[in-house]
């Protein structure tokens, strides 16, 4: 069964960063992809990143793209997200997802292409 679990989260004032780490166990081969997602107060979840882990291949939101960074970390099955520049639109609860399947999700930031999900951390980035 595979497991995921998120930590990371914590209070940063703007501007700062924070480094998100998702740890992933009992994948049964090298064929999946990990994403990043985040669901605000009153909003719908969002997929914020993503690196599929046989080509290495990562995808960003618009909104994240150059302030957030995907890597993978293989020998620990450690994905992480480093976020860099926050904003106060960038608190939320902040997922890691995985899909079980070879090749990147033909929606890669879509949540409904991920079949196993971590509990979150939360992000709150206020001053």
């Known amino acids: 069964q595979v497991q995921l679990v998120e930590s990371g989260g914590g209070l940063v004032q703007p501007g700062g960063s924070l480094r998100l780490s998702c740890a992933a166990s009992?994948?049964?081969?090298?064929?999946?992809?990990i994403g990043w997602f985040r669901q605000a107060p009153g909003k719908e979840r969002e997929g914020v990143s993503c690196?599929?882990?046989?080509?290495?291949?990562?995808y960003y939101a618009h909104s994240v793209k150059g302030r957030f960074t995907v890597s993978r970390d293989s020998a620990e099955n450690t994905v992480y997200l480093q976020m860099n520049s926050l904003k106060p639109e960038d608190t939320a609860v902040y997922y890691c997802?995985?899909?079980?399947?070879?090749?990147?999700?033909?929606?890669?930031?879509?949540?409904?292409?991920?079949?196993?999900w971590g509990r979150g951390t939360p992000v709150t980035v206020s001053s």
């Open positions: 997802a995985a899909d079980v399947h070879r090749g990147v999700p033909s929606r890669a930031l879509d949540p409904d292409e991920y079949d196993y």
């Open positions: 009992g994948f049964t081969n090298d064929y999946y992809t």
């Open positions: 690196i599929n882990n046989e080509y290495g291949n990562k």
